[in-house]
């Protein structure tokens, strides 16, 4: 058996192949496929995902063409994908320049409406306040004239509530034999004693 002198340099390169995975392009290529851009996640954030991962695809000469391509497709905003598609011939940095604006000019409007809402509601605080404060004015007006009807003696059965709820609508007086009140309110009784 012969043995070689290797430096240590050789050994290195070959103890780091040995150990180094195998990748599997087909099954990197799948997962870089399926990328799609998560709700919270920003154009930048999007962008800086797909080109790590694109490293492992071994796309060589194809990378700006397959980055390009999962960009538009994972992309979630609908509106900025049509926008994306009508250009025949985009590259890959300028569809993430056209990305990063339209995201900048969502936010801007977003922040604007926003602003205008408040705006809004700050002026229409004044008249909705007075609202309330009258229907709460309503509202009490509503709930002592009740208590005024309910805490009167009703004519049913001497007690302090409203005669329409009252529960001697249904009961039989005992002077006169008819429905709808109790014998101390009984009209009937009180012509006899008279």
Not at 13 to 20: G, P, R, V
Not at 98 to 123: F, G, L, P, T
């Amino acid at each position: 058996m012969i043995h070689e002198k290797k430096s240590y340099k050789d050994l290195v390169n070959a103890l780091s192949e040995y150990f180094t995975p195998v990748e599997n392009i087909v099954s990197e290529r799948y997962q870089f496929r399926k990328l799609k851009q998560s709700s919270d996640q920003s154009i930048n954030d999007y962008i800086i995902s797909l080109k790590a991962k694109a490293q492992s695809c071994d796309y060589g000469s194809f990378l700006p063409d397959a980055l390009r391509d999962q960009f538009v497709a994972g992309i979630r905003d609908h509106e900025l994908r049509t926008r994306l598609l009508r250009e025949s011939r985009v590259k890959f940095a300028d569809a993430c320049e056209i990305a990063r604006s339209w995201e900048a000019a969502q936010q801007q409007n977003a922040a604007m409406v926003e602003k205008e809402m408040h705006a809004v509601a700050s002026v229409r605080k004044t008249p909705v306040q007075q609202q309330s404060k009258q229907l709460e004015r309503e509202y009490v007006y509503r709930r002592s004239s009740q208590e005024q009807k309910t805490s009167a003696e009703c004519h049913r059965c001497g007690r302090a509530h409203n005669p329409t709820t009252c529960p001697a609508k249904a009961w039989k007086c005992y002077v006169c034999g008819k429905m709808g009140h109790v014998s101390s309110k009984c009209r009937f009784a009180k012509k006899t004693y008279e």
